[in-house]
């Protein structure tokens, strides 16, 4: 958010769209940093929510929190992510009781933990980037 | 001078990006975030703001039911990363609706919507023969053409056609900006008429089809210059 001429010079980890992550922040790292960083903070609230909505075979709370957590892929430049929580959300609408969404269920918290651990990396490496510009 | 607003929104990342893009447009001040309905509705109905930023699903209580207990209705642009929203959105007659997440580009094309008249912001709806309403669940098309006059019923108005009723859930003084002002009129708080459909004038009345419709002083003048007398 910082001008329209930006440069890209930092490398973002191949899973993370670029392009979509430059189309919200364009070279604002410290931002994008910020933005990670906060997401992180938040992140196993979030994400523990969705586990006990599911072990409680709660599914009003458990589309409730998917439907929390998914537009933070959005903004962490994972929209697939995002997609895959919208699909998800889409199934708990369906569905009668959890046992119905094991497998999406064991899917989705293997695809959330993964997402996490790879903001984790691309936090830490931005911070790092963004110390040597300081 | 900058207009204010709240933020509503349970997503600490969104309303951190609401609040940069705010700062940034240099055209709003955040008087706060609030991260569920029951504390938003208890400033807001202590504080008045211009602008509300708003979440749909929250825990709680959702932002639909935060605007059907506001004492008063600022300008609304919805946050949501749900596009089912939107019909919705039409509903309540939001000023925007932005999908999360959003580019600055698009939140500034919402704060536009914002700077535009009263009346001008939505031309497709003021300059075209017909209009759309929700009635039974459904959205349905009226020609302008069809439609005698608009009568007030509190929270509700009835749209009276040639050959039928409806009642949906809106408000004169909305309606009065959104309809072609080239047919309607409004000629009393309760009524907008087809100007068209008018078979004769009386006093501080008017006829359409059998239906007698006051005319208020306030308007009485507008509705004589708009009629073609000879």
Request: hydrophobic content about 35%; aromatic content about 12%.
């Amino acid at each position: 958010m910082s001008g329209s001429n930006f440069s890209k010079k930092f490398i973002f980890n191949e899973k993370i769209d670029s392009d979509y992550l430059y189309s919200l922040y364009e070279d604002d790292y410290q931002y994008i940093e910020e933005i990670f960083g906060t997401t992180l903070a938040h992140f196993d609230e979030d994400y523990n929510s969705i586990r006990t909505a599911y072990e409680a075979n709660n599914l009003l709370e458990l589309k409730k929190a998917i439907h929390k957590i998914k537009p933070t892929f959005g903004f962490c430049g994972l929209p697939l992510v995002q997609h895959i929580c919208k699909e998800f959300e889409d199934f708990c609408q369906k569905a009668n009781t959890s046992n119905e969404l094991k497998s999406e269920y064991q899917q989705i918290v293997i695809t959330l933990a993964e997402s996490k651990e790879l903001i984790a990396t691309e936090y830490n490496k931005l911070k790092e980037f963004n110390s040597n510009f300081l | 001078m900058k207009w204010t607003c709240v933020i509503v929104e349970d997503l600490q990342v969104a309303a951190d990006y609401l609040v940069k893009c705010c700062e940034k447009s240099a055209l709003l001040q955040v008087k706060g975030h609030f991260t569920n309905v029951e504390e938003a509705l208890d400033y807001l109905n202590k504080n008045s703001v211009d602008v509300l930023f708003l979440d749909v699903e929250m825990p709680g209580a959702t932002g639909f039911d935060l605007l059907d207990q506001l004492a008063y209705y600022p300008k609304v642009i919805l946050t949501t990363s749900k596009s089912e929203y939107a019909y919705n959105a039409f509903e309540y007659n939001v000023t925007d609706f932005l999908k999360k997440p959003f580019t600055y580009q698009r939140f500034q094309e919402s704060l536009n919507k914002l700077t535009t008249p009263a009346g001008e912001n939505n031309i497709s709806s003021t300059a075209t023969d017909h209009i759309f309403i929700k009635c039974d669940g459904k959205l349905v098309r009226l020609n302008n053409d069809d439609i005698l006059f608009i009568e007030s019923m509190g929270d509700y108005v009835k749209f009276v056609t040639i050959d039928k009723k409806y009642i949906t859930h809106n408000t004169i003084k909305n309606l009065e900006e959104k309809v072609n002002r080239q047919c309607f009129i409004k000629v009393h708080r309760s009524y907008i008429i087809n100007i068209n459909k008018i078979d004769d004038i009386r006093e501080n009345d008017l006829f359409i089809k059998g239906n007698e419709i006051p005319v208020s002083k306030a308007h009485k003048a507008d509705v004589l210059k708009r009629l073609n007398i000879i």
